[in-house]
């Protein structure tokens, strides 16, 4: 096989995060964010993400052994600790989010105005994973 040309990766499709308490996770993404689950055992749930991207959830510890689907094989992983990923939002929408994460509760750790004019909002989930809301303006490829 020739390497003539790198060939170019469009995008981070998936995002996935380990839960102890996965069912209390799995509601708090829908409560907080409506998302829509793609799919829902008491291993995963897979939530569509603006129709582009997908944040799946697993069941800590339930992924380790991987698993053998009608498909092929999906190899072993876990994680533990809390991890980091953000969503994109509307610079409109902002202060939107503020009250919304307020109203259920949710203290807004951080706020960031970057040097290009984004803004990110931080904030913590029930396991403790920072959860980042960031407009356009934060990176030179968004």
């Given amino acids: ?11 981070v499709l ?3 995060i380990y ?3 996965f069912d209390g996770m799995v509601a708090f993404y829908r409560t907080i964010f409506a998302f829509e689950a793609l799919v829902d055992t008491p291993r995963l749930c897979a939530f569509d993400v603006g129709g582009v991207s997908v944040l799946l ?3 800590r510890g339930a992924t380790r ?8 094989w999906i190899p072993a992983h876990d994680g533990s600790g809390p991890t980091h990923f953000a969503f994109g ?6 202060e939107w989010w503020e009250t919304h994460l307020a109203l259920h509760g949710i203290d807004i750790e951080s706020r960031v105005t970057w040097p290009r004019g984004g803004v990110s909002l931080y904030f913590r989930d029930p ?5 980042e809301l960031v407009t356009q303006g934060t990176w030179s490829t968004y």
């Fill in 57 to 59: 959830i697993f069941q």
């Fill in 127 to 131: 396991e403790n994973h920072s959860v």
């Fill in 89 to 94: 939002i509307s610079l409109d929408d902002v």
């Fill in 1 to 11: 096989m020739s390497e003539d040309k790198m060939r170019v990766v469009s995008r």
């Fill in 14 to 16: 998936e995002t996935a």
């Fill in 65 to 72: 052994d991987g698993l053998s689907t009608e498909g092929g």
């Fill in 19 to 21: 839960a102890d308490d």
